[in-house]
């Protein structure tokens, strides 16, 4: 599956929220040259940020592309 993360502020929902964190908006892709890229992800409710896996974001289990 392939899925367009490059782009900044896309929208993205948490499958599982937690704080009350459930939309996020893209602010940053680091380290694109490693063999596990990473995002950085800003909560819309509190501004608190989180760097995950590229791959993490695209696993539907934890992360649909859009606010739900």
């Known amino acids: 599956m392939t899925k367009k993360t490059r782009g900044p ?3 993205w929902t ?6 009350k964190e459930k939309h996020f908006l893209l602010v940053d892709v680091t380290h ?3 063999d596990q890229p990473r995002v950085v992800l800003e909560a819309i409710l509190t501004r608190r940020r989180m ?3 590229l791959s993490e ?3 539907p289990a934890h992360w649909i ?3 739900k």
Do not use: C, T, Y
């Open 9 to 11: 502020n896309q929208k």
């Open 14 to 19: 948490a499958v599982a929220p937690k704080d």
């Open 32 to 34: 694109q040259r490693s």
């Open 51 to 53: 760097e995950i896996l």
């Open 57 to 59: 974001l695209q696993d």
């Open 65 to 67: 592309q859009g606010w």
